[in-house]
């Protein structure tokens, strides 16, 4: 048959020459290749001892997995295996259930406290706060048997203006320190300027006030509203205190100071003293206030401070070189 085959390529054309010697080429290998089995046995996985003994030697067979292989979410162990001949360690494994000790709490650190309020000391009572008033000579001034000369003459003084006025009882405090040894009781400032209410005032004070009333107020008054000067409303004059928020005595104390709230004028017409007061009243109050600084030594008003806002505070509180205070 390779000879026919032989002769037949002999009479083929040159180009078909290379295809038949290829062909001829496969034809003799493939009969001297040797024969193969027609079925290959396949091998298992998890097979017993046995069975892995039958297997073909030339086939690998996938090792068994380790019973003690480490879990993928468990460390693993130093442990030494049953297979490497060591003793395996007689303690028993933990469970998996098995409770774990809790964790110590740690403890929270103090919150910090503010340091300690030292106690205060309980208020005193009004009467104690007034024996620790600062002392003032004028607090020992008490009337003599016959009164002085200087007091007679202010009287004289005080009925020659028409200032009428009573004699009033002396006012004595030795707890806190007031005291007017000959205090008169004002009625009015003049013969027609009423003064109210009830004000009681030593001698010096008064005569001071009704000059003032009848030298600054009243032209005062006639030249801005064309009107008399009737009555003067006062809102403070003798009070036994202490200066406010102090522990000086307040020329009231002394009969030394006359507040003036307001003023009334003939025609009926009110003056009231205040922080922001009408055009007209203003420009009448700014009069009165400037020109009052001079013959009383101590003038305060709206604006000085919160205590005299809706009032003039006059005084004639002595003060070095005969000085003024005025605000």
Same mark, same amino acid.
């Given at each position: 048959?390779?000879?026919?085959?032989?002769?037949?390529?002999?009479?083929?054309?040159?180009a078909?020459?290379?295809?038949a010697?290829?062909?001829?080429?496969?034809?003799?290998?493939?009969?001297?290749?040797?024969?193969?089995?027609?079925?290959?046995?396949?091998?298992?996985?998890?097979?017993? +001892?046995p069975?892995? !003994?039958?297997a073909? @030697?030339?086939?690998?067979?996938?090792? $068994?997995? =380790?019973?003690? *292989?480490?879990? %993928?979410?468990?460390?693993?162990t130093?442990?030494?295996?049953?297979?490497?001949?060591?003793?395996?360690?007689?303690?028993?494994?933990?469970?998996?259930?098995?409770?774990?000790?809790?964790?110590?709490?740690?403890?929270?650190?103090?919150?910090?406290?503010?340091?300690?309020?030292a106690? +205060?000391?309980?208020? !005193?009572?009004?009467? @104690?706060?007034?024996?620790?008033?600062? $002392?003032? =000579?004028r607090? *020992?001034?008490? %009337?003599?048997?016959?009164?002085?000369?200087?007091?007679?003459?202010?009287?004289?003084?005080l009925?020659?203006?028409?200032?009428?006025?009573?004699?009033?009882?002396?006012?004595?405090?030795?707890?806190?320190?007031?005291?007017?040894?000959?205090?008169?009781?004002?009625?009015?400032?003049?013969?027609?300027?009423?003064?109210?209410?009830?004000?009681?005032?030593?001698?010096?004070?008064?005569?001071?006030?009704?000059r003032?009333?009848?030298?600054?107020?009243?032209?005062?008054?006639?030249?801005?509203?064309?009107?008399?000067?009737?009555?003067?409303?006062q809102?403070?004059?003798?009070?036994?205190?202490?200066?406010?928020?102090?522990?000086?005595?307040?020329?009231?104390?002394?009969?030394?100071?006359?507040?003036?709230?307001?003023?009334?004028?003939?025609?009926?017409?009110?003056?009231?003293?205040?922080?922001?007061?009408?055009?007209?009243?203003?420009?009448?109050?700014?009069?009165?206030?400037?020109?009052?600084?001079?013959?009383?030594?101590?003038?305060?008003?709206?604006?000085?401070?919160?205590?005299?806002?809706?009032?003039?505070?006059?005084?004639?509180?002595?003060?070095?070189?005969?000085?003024?205070?005025?605000?």
């Amino acid at each position: 048959m390779a000879a026919l085959t032989l002769m037949r390529l002999a009479g083929l054309s040159g180009a078909a020459l290379p295809l038949a010697a290829a062909t001829l080429f496969v034809g003799a290998a493939l009969a001297k290749s040797p024969k193969l089995p027609e079925t290959v046995p396949v091998p298992v996985l998890n097979q017993s +001892q046995p069975a892995q !003994k039958d297997a073909p @030697a030339d086939v690998p067979l996938p090792e $068994p997995r =380790p019973a003690d *292989a480490p879990k %993928p979410d468990q460390p693993a162990t130093n442990e030494p295996s049953q297979k490497s001949g060591q003793h395996k360690d007689p303690r028993p494994e933990p469970s998996a259930n098995a409770p774990r000790p809790t964790e110590k709490p740690t403890e929270a650190e103090p919150e910090a406290q503010p340091p300690p309020i030292a106690p +205060q000391p309980p208020e !005193k009572p009004a009467e @104690a706060q007034e024996e620790k008033m600062l $002392p003032d =000579p004028r607090s *020992a001034d008490l %009337p003599e048997g016959k009164m002085p000369d200087e007091e007679l003459a202010c009287r004289r003084r005080l009925k020659s203006m028409g200032v009428d006025f009573e004699e009033h009882k002396p006012e004595h405090n030795p707890e806190i320190g007031c005291s007017i040894p000959y205090p008169i009781m004002l009625k009015t400032l003049g013969k027609s300027i009423a003064i109210g209410p009830q004000t009681e005032l030593n001698c010096e004070m008064a005569e001071a006030a009704a000059r003032f009333a009848a030298d600054v107020i009243q032209p005062a008054a006639k030249a801005e509203f064309g009107a008399d000067l009737k009555s003067i409303s006062q809102a403070s004059a003798f009070v036994c205190r202490p200066r406010n928020g102090t522990r000086k005595l307040s020329e009231h104390a002394f009969g030394n100071a006359l507040d003036i709230s307001s003023f009334t004028l003939s025609d009926g017409k009110k003056i009231e003293i205040g922080p922001a007061p009408p055009e007209k009243d203003g420009k009448f109050l700014n009069a009165v206030r400037k020109a009052a600084c001079g013959p009383f030594k101590t003038v305060l008003g709206p604006g000085a401070d919160a205590d005299h806002a809706l009032h003039f505070h006059l005084d004639l509180e002595p003060r070095r070189h005969h000085g003024t205070f005025c605000q």
